[in-house]
């Protein structure tokens, strides 16, 4: 396996611990994880202003100290539970917390996040996966919060439309596909649509991946389909590539990347 750096968002949440305990399964032998907590330093109330007393900027301060403190404690006890030894690692970095996390991203081979990261969570440290994947120019690993970090790694599958997002996604996913023991590529709807699905299969073996290609109808539509396929195959890994429309576009009109964030059963690599 290629992958030799991970990044984890986490901020506490039983979705960013998860997220980390997967990227511990994925970094087997070799690979660093590192979890990054972001956090604002953005403020309601400016407590810097000359109208609030010195005693109420202390309570402040104190009390996202503490908001803070008790996302390092949780990952203490989880590193406990995670046999990485010294390959594991903690960061906490100010700023804007999506911003934070794309900008760093850029330094690793990839970067794990968990389904539901603004879920009963203080405001100062929400992490919004779809931006993320956006702006960050590295590949997002979106596990969902019930997933089984225990679960046998055994099949991957490729949503391919030959689009430039989807062959990015490939591309980021090689090092990850090459320790699948099977691999679908899978396309949806009409075959006449322009997809080199020959060329691709040619290129998988190559690198010595081992799959198959399986064509389904898009019927009733490409997400619900997608998703439809993934819970009754349960494949362990969904590669596919995101936002091939501008965002406000898929945010506007519900797209198929935003459905599949949103619902998906099983980890989704997710490339722009």
Known sequence: ??????????????????????????????????ALLAHSTHEVINSRAAWVPEKAREIIAQANADILSGIEARFETLRRTLDLGDRLHFRRTAGRVDAVLS???????????????SEGVN??????????????????????????????????????????????????????LEDQGR?????????????????????????GVSATHEQIPADPGIARALLAYCRDQNPCLLVMGAYEHSKFREDFLGGVT???????????????
């Open 103 to 117: 900008e760093t991203a850029r330094n690793f081979d990839l970067l794990v996040v968990g389904q539901d990261q």
């Open 183 to 207: 691999v679908t590529v899978l396309t949806i709807g009409d075959e006449t649509t322009p997809r080199p699905v020959t060329n691709l299969m040619v290129h998988l073996t190559r690198h």
């Open 1 to 34: 396996m290629s992958v030799r750096n991970i990044l984890v968002a986490f901020n506490g949440t039983e979705s960013a611990a998860t997220a980390l305990k997967y990227a511990t399964s994925l970094a087997g032998d070799r690979a660093h994880v590192t």
């Open 123 to 176: 405001e100062h440290v929400i992490v919004h996966p779809d931006r993320i994947a956006l702006l960050s120019g590295r590949p997002v690993l979106l596990v969902p919060r019930t997933h089984d970090t225990a679960a046998s790694q055994s099949h991957a599958v490729i949503a391919w439309d030959g689009s430039r997002a989807a062959a990015r996604a490939l591309s980021d996913s090689l090092g990850l």
């Open 258 to 272: 935003a459905r599949v964030m949103k619902d998906t059963p099983i980890p989704v690599l997710l490339s722009h």
